[in-house]
Every structure is written in structure tokens, then in C-alpha cells.
């Protein structure tokens, strides 16, 4: 006997929007449901498995290479899928939400491809989510344009030859979509939503146009989710009749525990893998969150501070190069953060400069491509790559057997010289303020003092609050690092910003709910696995 249909799912707690029922079909609707019966109670266990391995590392304060799967390391045979044509030359990608605004600019930006971002670059409101959706599939149909109410300047997308390849970011297996409910009330994990809604509606379309369903898979913590993502996808693919291997995933390794497992991580995901991304913030994130009880040893500087040089970095970085070449997997490079100022030149200049030295420097180290936040930085980073691949679509052939790196080496953060400072706690305390008010605004990219910042930074701000209250840091003007210090440091930002903005505009935004939510997860004795979960119960949308 065949299974039996599944539910239906439930439109919960949200308004109707504009063609929401080009996205939210019935057909696309089953999909999704199909996949939440078959592949959230494995999600779940994942997450449980999650919370013990995290337990382990708090008892030991060390990890290392798993002995499971020596064989599989060890196992030269194996290579990933070859990478199709689009996805073969991945010089320089530029990352952002799918806003109809950014869906155009960033097609159109002259980079090779576009993380077309429903993760950290977007707060999961319900018409970001679906509208998100619509504005891919308006692309693909070359449906879209956007005229700009405040400047009058229209958008509209180049011929199809000229516009980046679309690599999409669903949500981490640890977000629900509160909006979308089974028939027992359960909430729909949000990766499934992203996912199911895109690979129903463009997998056919995207193949028609030369390149297929493509894939940034975030948060990732371990082979075993790596598996869960692969068997999603084989299910997919037999589901709507599409072949084995058309989708490609690029899996961002931006947890402490998957440098560990970024082979295994590849072998699990070979038929459906294209590469590997070092992303910076959320490593960092990663590191605070596993190691914050493991004393003075695993302390962080200011994040400005850890640079991609700092030994423990460059370990984890050259680890990735090697590793993705002995597959044949593409290695892709972190972000350049850097919004070009109109106003100040002299910013520009000595950003650019550290742009370029960034892309140079990822280039020679054997990266086959890197990110960029805007699309002023796209000609910077493609001159890097240019200099090194030439008329090469990239350097896989350069595998990196120089490198050695111990498991130590990889946690080793007290090789790093730089300490915290209380400029360092100033700026954690402004950055988390802003951006968490964007973010319960339905912003989930923030242009915040020249940078682009998203998720990952409210994170890691507020994990090295946390982490040097609880570690005792004494500053180098002599304040110890203390909950009433923070909350001094953000009552002062609450006042700077309402002198900064004016009273209208203070009383108009969320300024007293981020600075609240801030302090919570930044002195809260029991730490949030992710600022977004609190911060979710308070999006409205």
C-alpha cells in the first residue's frame, strides 16, 4: 500500500500579499509537505545530536579529526560530480537578499554568480520569504523591473547571457517557518519552505535556461546533516522527475565542528557537491559558542582583530583549499564587507586597498573565487582572480599538498597576539544595537559604519560580549568586563543613536527592543544557540 497523501499545510497568522498564489500553489504546497513528513524527524534528531556534541566539547575543551570515517579520508579514489558549465567559473560571487531591487542589481553586477540569500541577509518575515520567491521566478521569466520611488531610477535586467549564475541560501535546519503549519499545528522548518518553494517552481525553468537548481547550504555542523541535505535533494529529483545530480551544493563550512568533517561533508553530498565557502563571521560565532567555557585559552580579540591571517584562520582556510582540490570541488573565499562611501574618498581608498590585498591574498593561497557585498567591489575582486586564472575557469589543479594541519591547529586561538579591548566592547554593543533593529524592521543586510553586515555579525557581537563578561577580561583601561559595564556601554548607544536620528525617527523604529534583546542574549547565564530564535518571537510579519 502507497503512503498516504500528506496534510495539507496551513497558511498560519499571516496576510495575504500581492500573487502569493503564483508561490503558495496546492502542488507546491504538497511538495513542501511531503518533504516536512518524510525529513524533519530527522532534522530533529540532528539538532538533539547538536546539543550532545556541543555537551562533549564543554567536557573535553578539544576536538579533533572522527576516527569513524579515517577510511573515508583516507579513500584517494573519490572525487565530487564534475561542476556544469555555469558553475564552473566562480570567480567572484556576490552575496545579498532577493529583494526585487537586489535581484536585479545583483544579476546584473558582473559577477559570476549571485548568492541569492534567504538566510542571514534576510529577516524571515513572511513577505520576505514569499516575495523572495516570486522575485526569482519573475527573473527567470524575465518579469522583473523596479523603478525606484525616492531617486525615480528604473532597473531592469540585462540579456540573459550577461546575468550571474543563481546560487540560493535556504535557512539553517534550527529556523521553523511559523507561517506554514502540518496538520498537528507543527511548524515547517524554514530550510524545507526555502528549498521545496524554489526547486518546485525553477528547477525546469533554470535547466531550459542552460543552468540548474543551485544550492548554498548554511549552518551545517556535521557530515550526518550533510547526509539528510543529500537525500532531500535525491528525493527532489525523483519526486518531480528531474534528474539525479542536477542540483549542486556549495556547503558553507562556518562551524567549528564541519572544519573537522569537510571531507566527509563532501563525500556525503558528492553526486549533488560543487565546493566549499570559509565564512568568516559564523566561524568565529561557532568558535565562541563551542569553546565558551574553556577558559582564557579560547578568548577572542575585537572581531575586527581576527583577521584571516591570524594562524588558527589561515589553518582553516588552507585546510578548505586543500581539501576541496583533493576532490575536485571548488573552494570559494570569504566575504569583502566593505559598502564604497559617496561621500569620502579617502574611505574608499584605503578600503579598496584592503579589498584588493584581502582577493589577492585568497587568489595566490588557491581559492577558485570569493565573495563580495557590493557591486563597486566586484571589479577589485575579479582583477584578483584575473591575475592568477587567467583564461582558467579556475585552479583546482593546484592541490595544495604543502599544506599540513593538525587538529590543534585548528582551535588554536591563543596563537593570536591581539587581546580585547574596550573599543572593541563598544563597537559589539553598536553593531548589535543597529543591527537587530534593522533586522525586527524585516532587514536582514545592514549597511552599518561602511560595512555590510548581516545575522552573522549580531552573532559574533554578541557571543564576545557573553564570552568576556564570562571570562572576566579586564580591558586595557582597567574596566573588567562586567554586566553592568555592558549595560552602561548600551544605555550610552541608545542615547547617542536618539541624538543621531531625532526623536521622531527613534520613537518610529525599535531601538528600547534591540537594546533589550541585545543584553539578553549578551548576559543571559544560559547562552542562546542563536540570537535569530529570540529575535523571531519578535518579528512581526
Known amino acids: 500500500m502507497s503512503a498516504p497523501a500528506p496534510s495539507p499545510l496551513a497558511i498560519v497568522d499571516a496576510e495575504p500579499l500581492p500573487r502569493q498564489e503564483e508561490v503558495l500553489t496546492d502542488a507546491a504546497l504538497a511538495f513542501v509537505a511531503e518533504l516536512h513528513r518524510r525529513f524533519t524527524p530527522r532534522r530533529d534528531e540532528l539538532l538533539a545530536r547538536r546539543a550532545e556534541r556541543r555537551a562533549e566539547i564543554a567536557r573535553t575543551s578539544t576536538l579533533d579529526f572522527l ?74 521569466t524575465r ?7 525616492r531617486t525615480g531610477k528604473s532597473y531592469a535586467l540585462r540579456p540573459n547571457e550577461e546575468l550571474a549564475t543563481v546560487v540560493m541560501r535556504p535557512r539553517g535546519w534550527h529556523l521553523e517557518e511559523r507561517h506554514l503549519a502540518d496538520a498537528d499545528g507543527r511548524a515547517v522548518p524554514g530550510a524545507l519552505v526555502d528549498f521545496g518553494l524554489y526547486f518546485f517552481h525553477n528547477a525546469r525553468r533554470l535547466l531550459d535556461l542552460g543552468k540548474g537548481p543551485y544550492f548554498y547550504l548554511p549552518k551545517t555542523e556535521s557530515h550526518l546533516e550533510a547526509r539528510l541535505w543529500n537525500d532531500v535533494f ?12 542536477t542540483i549542486r551544493a556549495t556547503v558553507l563550512i562556518e562551524t567549528i565542528t564541519a572544519a573537522y568533517e569537510m571531507e566527509e561533508i563532501l563525500y ?24 565558551r567555557d574553556g577558559g582564557p585559552k579560547f578568548v577572542l580579540p575585537d572581531r ?79 582583477e584578483s582572480f584575473d591575475k592568477v586564472l587567467g583564461d582558467k575557469p579556475n585552479q583546482k589543479d593546484r ?36 543591527y537587530i533593529e ?63 536620528i531625532g526623536e521622531e525617527a527613534f520613537a518610529a523604529g525599535h531601538w528600547q527592543e534591540a537594546h533589550d534583546l541585545l543584553l539578553r542574549v549578551a548576559l543571559d547565564e544560559d547562552y542562546a544557540d542563536f540570537l535569530t530564535l529570540p529575535a523571531y518571537r519578535q518579528l512581526r510579519g
Not at 545583483?106 to 524571515?124: H, I, K, Q
Not at 518579469?143 to 520611488?149: G, K, Q, R, S
Open 67 to 140: 576516527p569513524e570515517t579515517a577510511a573515508i579520508r583516507a579513500d584517494d579514489s573519490w572525487k565530487v560530480a564534475p561542476a556544469p558549465a555555469a558553475l564552473n567559473d566562480r570567480r567572484v560571487e556576490i552575496t545579498g537578499p532577493t529583494d526585487r531591487k537586489m535581484t536585479i542589481n545583483a544579476l546584473n553586477s558582473g559577477a559570476r554568480v549571485w548568492l541569492a540569500d534567504f538566510e542571514d541577509a534576510s529577516a524571515p518575515t513572511w513577505e520576505n520569504v514569499v516575495l523572495g520567491q516570486l522575485n526569482l521566478i519573475d527573473a527567470y
Open 143 to 149: 518579469n522583473i523591473d523596479f523603478t525606484d520611488e
Open 234 to 245: 535525491v528525493f527532489a529529483q525523483e519526486h518531480l522527475g528531474v534528474p539525479r545530480g
Open 268 to 291: 556525503e553530498l558528492r553526486d549533488h557537491a560543487s565546493g566549499l565557502n570559509a565564512g568568516r563571521w559564523d566561524y568565529l560565532f561557532s568558535i565562541v559558542k563551542n569553546f
Open 304 to 382: 575586527n582583530a581576527v583577521t584571516m591571517t591570524a594562524p588558527f584562520m589561515r589553518a582553516y582556510t588552507e585546510l578548505l583549499v586543500r581539501t576541496c582540490h583533493k576532490r575536485g570541488a571548488h573552494a570559494i573565499g570569504g566575504m569583502a564587507a566593505f559598502i564604497p562611501s559617496r561621500k569620502d574618498a579617502e574611505v574608499n581608498k584605503v578600503a579598496f586597498e584592503k579589498v584588493r590585498a584581502d582577493k589577492d591574498r585568497e587568489a595566490n593561497d588557491g581559492f577558485d573565487g570569493s565573495w563580495v557585498a557590493h557591486p563597486d567591489l566586484v571589479p577589485i575582486a575579479m
Open 399 to 434: 592541490l595544495r599538498e604543502d599544506v599540513r594541519v593538525e587538529a590543534a591547529d585548528l582551535i588554536a586561538i591563543d596563537s593570536l597576539g591581539a587581546r580585547p579591548t574596550y573599543a572593541g566592547l563598544v563597537n559589539a554593543v553598536q553593531v548589535g544595537i543597529r
Open 438 to 500: 534593522a533586522w525586527l524592521r524585516g532587514l536582514g543586510a545592514v549597511a552599518i559604519f561602511n560595512l555590510m553586515e548581516d545575522a552573522a555579525t549580531a552573532e559574533i557581537s554578541r557571543s564576545q560580549i557573553w564570552q568576556w563578561i564570562n571570562a572576566g577580561v579586564e580591558f586595557e583601561n582597567g574596566e573588567k568586563a562586567t554586566p553592568e559595564l555592558a549595560r552602561k556601554v548600551a544605555a550610552g548607544e541608545l542615547a547617542a543613536v536618539r541624538e543621531e
